[in-house]
């Protein structure tokens, strides 16, 4: 199954360009980096593709090519642990994805309101759907799922917003808790959309209901 992804072609050519070196570290500090590496983009893919729960962790292994007892060497709580290390490696890159489209933007305002799209259409891709909207919460339990995503995501929404504010462009308020309150109309935005019949209009709906949002705390025309 061909399954999307937040790598770009580029990253993609990279990791196939070094597997070689990949494949036989010289140190067993590399060798452990190399086990876990394998581990998590096996277990990735399956995840993605399926979904945790029709996930077994011997076809994890026998797609990185370690042995079960390597798994359980890794992650000592086999499977969850694993899917935890994909989340927090999956959100860390969807944050940077975000980051570098909104940081294209011509002013704070609209570096806020694009990463916010950016963020949305991030959660379209089929793997992080799956993986951090469907799987996520259920997986780890809502609160380990909040914390995961907050870390990633709300030092850079939170800058994001003090940068809008600064400009005079929003509402003067206190930063921290307008990146809160914000990310949390985003993940549930989000979520819909996930768990929509029609993605494509959920998508449209959930986007203008932010945009509006955004409107609502933006600083008065002079």
């Keep these: 199954m061909d399954v999307k992804s937040l790598s770009t072609p580029e990253e993609t050519e990279a990791e196939h360009d070094g597997e070689a070196e990949f494949e036989r570290p010289r140190t067993k500090a590399g060798q452990r980096e190399a086990t876990v590496a394998a581990l998590i983009a096996a277990a990735r893919e399956l995840f993605a593709e399926r979904g945790y729960a029709a996930v077994g962790t011997e076809e994890i292994v026998q797609r990185a090519g370690v042995t079960r007892g390597a798994l359980y060497h890794h992650f000592k709580r086999g499977k969850e642990e694993l899917f935890r290390a994909v989340l927090v490696e999956l959100s860390a890159e969807l944050v940077q994805r975000v980051v570098k489209l909104a940081g294209r933007a011509e002013d704070p305002w609209e570096e806020l ?48 917003v003090q940068n809008a504010i600064d400009a005079g462009q929003m509402a003067p308020a206190p930063a921290n808790a307008v990146a809160h309150v914000l990310l949390g109309a985003l993940d549930e935005a989000a979520m819909v959309v996930a768990r929509a019949d029609d993605q494509d209009a959920a998508r449209v709906e959930m986007g203008q209901t932010v945009r509006r949002l955004l409107e609502g705390l933006r600083a008065p025309s002079l």
Excluded: H, K, T
């Excluded at 799209?117 to 380990?144: K, R, T």
């Design 113 to 160: 309101v694009v990463g916010c799209n950016a963020f949305l259409d991030a959660c379209a891709i089929p793997e992080v759907q799956q993986i951090m909207l469907v799987d996520g919460p259920s997986v780890l339990g809502w609160n380990v799922w909040r914390e995961i995503d907050s870390g990633y995501a709300l030092g850079a929404l939170e800058a994001a």
